[in-house]
């Protein structure tokens, strides 16, 4: 049976190029294509294609937020982002969101067949330049202390903790009945106290922070993360 596979990309040139390769590759067949995200939310669990090729820079919703939602109903599909964004922010949380590959646009055909293969036999395929930002960032040494953390205040906490979760500023903001604007502004003390320049990069180093925390049997506050706070 081929693979089905659906394309969510904005550019009309752009994806019928890409949905007339998939024709053309046996064993692949292309089974829908949409311009935005909102209609692959409404159609894409009716379909529920192998695989689905998403771009991020859609028009109203972005393709990582697509994901996200979509990934709960499809469970099975494998969702693989094409895109220009080759930065460290936009590839984790896209695999936060539940993609489980990441190429960048400037592929061939040769390139997508081996990705839609790779994936489709459990794979995660990613362009080389992301694969070794992916490596780069997981190979780097641990912070030597806590104090970065312990810096950050409860509430503080609790907004990071949501975006490890791959939460976006308007739904925590919903979480905890504050404005986004007030979001944005906890995310960039965040980023100001852990030294970091990009959410991708708090969250790496908050995971390693209660990594070497919990490993040392230490608390990095006196109130637990998730506590109910007071404004």
């Known amino acids: 049976m081929a693979i089905a596979v659906a394309i969510l990309e904005d550019d009309p040139a752009t994806r019928g190029i890409v949905a007339g390769w998939i024709d053309n590759l046996a064993g692949f067949r292309c089974v829908a294509q949409y311009a ?13 294609p ?3 090729l998403t771009d991020i820079n859609l028009p109203e919703m972005n393709g990582i937020e697509c994901v996200r939602q979509l990934k709960p109903q499809l469970p099975s ?3 693989v982002m094409v895109t220009v964004y080759g930065d460290t922010e936009h590839i984790f949380d896209a695999l936060a969101a539940g993609a489980t590959g990441y190429l960048l646009k400037r592929l061939d055909r040769e390139e997508l067949k081996a990705a839609l293969e790779e994936v489709h036999r459990g794979g995660s395929p990613m ?4 694969a070794r930002k992916v490596v780069q960032f ?3 040494p641990p912070p030597t202390s806590t104090v970065e953390l312990e810096s ?4 503080e906490l609790e907004v990071l903790h949501f975006l490890a979760e791959g939460y976006v500023n308007k739904e925590i903001a919903d979480l905890l009945a504050i404005s ?4 944005a502004t906890y995310i960039r003390r965040i980023y100001e106290k852990l030294h970091v320049r990009s959410r991708a990069a708090a969250i790496g180093k908050f995971s390693s922070l209660i990594k070497r925390q919990n490993s040392a049997g230490s608390r990095a506050t006196s109130a637990p993360i998730l506590s109910p706070l007071e404004d």
Not at 36 to 48: K, S, Y
Not at 180 to 183: K, R
């Open 36 to 48: 935005d995200a909102e209609a692959a939310l409404a159609a894409l669990p009716g379909v529920a």
């Open 180 to 183: 986004g604007p007030t979001v």
């Open 152 to 155: 950050l205040s409860p509430r």
């Open 138 to 140: 997981f190979g780097a």
């Open 77 to 79: 599909t494998q969702f």
């Open 127 to 130: 362009s080389s330049s992301i």
């Open 50 to 52: 192998d695989v689905v």
